[in-house]
């Protein structure tokens, strides 16, 4: 199978972020659920994944990972990161193989993870116990100007430590004037619209490959969903992301537009590598 062609990759990815002037809000979709965001020489980089850890893991077993897009960068050339997040510790949201070497080329990064996973996250990257900055739902932290609020993921429940702490997150990230919503990997669940609503968000970024059981992993919106949650969150935009990466656990992103469409949602569907000003 060839692999799906990435939008830009390599040298062009990194000649057009560094081409992005100050002033404005910037994203790029780099695969899977990882973006990265920039605004006043400030880069925050989404639970990224980039590497082919899991397609190794998973070889010659009843569930491989047979990657369908291309690699756009190799992490240790993003050498530029402020902030990096991780919102669970699945690997494709928590991987080693791309944050060993992306804190490596970026000693002064900051991290933000859900507190409940820090002694995993920590034992994973190699760091000290104290490096991540952990948050909970319902807290917020500022970082190099930039706001994260925590705000609790299904992935398949709201799953808590014996401390009340969420180990699936999402967080609202406010940055140059912007609220953006990375929703990490979630169902839906009671309440979530009410609790998002309030932030007015100018985006959402929301998985669409869906629930199936048979594919042996926890689960995600399915497309109608994360349409009807941008709808009801009363999102400026929403962004699908969360498929074109294995192809046991993908999503038809031309369905996710025609459906949108139909339902009047404003929606942007990216390539891979391709970024987008946020007006």
Not at 178 to 188: A, F
Not at 198 to 211: E, R, S
Not at 212 to 240: C, F, H, M
Request: with cysteine.
């Amino acid at each position: 199978m060839s692999l799906i062609s990435a939008f830009q990759k390599n040298d062009d990815l990194l000649n057009n972020i560094r081409r992005h002037p100050n002033g404005s809000v910037k994203l790029w979709w780099l695969g899977q659920s990882g973006y990265l965001i920039h605004y006043n020489n400030v880069h925050v980089l989404l639970d990224p994944y980039l590497s082919n850890s899991l397609t190794h893991k998973y070889e010659n077993t009843n569930k491989p990972h047979i990657r369908m897009c291309e690699l756009v960068i190799d992490p240790s050339r993003l050498n530029f990161i402020d902030i990096v997040s991780s919102s669970h510790n699945h690997t494709d949201h928590l991987d080693g193989e791309t944050l060993i070497p992306l804190i490596t080329s970026n000693p002064d990064i900051q991290m933000i993870i859900p507190e409940a996973n820090r002694e995993f996250v920590t034992n994973r990257i190699g760091s000290p116990m104290a490096f991540p900055i952990g948050l909970n739902d319902g807290q917020t932290v500022t970082v190099k100007g930039v706001t994260f609020h925590g705000i609790p993921a299904a992935h398949n429940v709201i799953d808590r430590n014996e401390l009340g702490q969420c180990k699936y997150m999402g967080y609202v990230i406010e940055i140059g004037g912007k609220k953006i919503y990375h929703s990490g990997d979630t169902l839906l669940y009671d309440g979530m619209a009410n609790l998002l609503r309030p932030f007015k968000l100018d985006l959402a970024l929301l998985p669409i490959n869906g629930n199936d059981p048979t594919r042996g992993v926890a689960g995600n919106l399915s497309i109608d969903e994360a349409i009807q949650l941008g709808l009801d969150i009363e999102a400026k935009l929403v962004i699908p992301c969360h498929y074109d990466m294995f192809t046991f656990n993908t999503a038809d992103p031309k369905e996710f537009t025609a459906k949108a469409e139909a339902a009047g949602l404003n929606h942007r569907v990216l390539r891979i590598g391709e970024g987008m000003e946020l007006n």
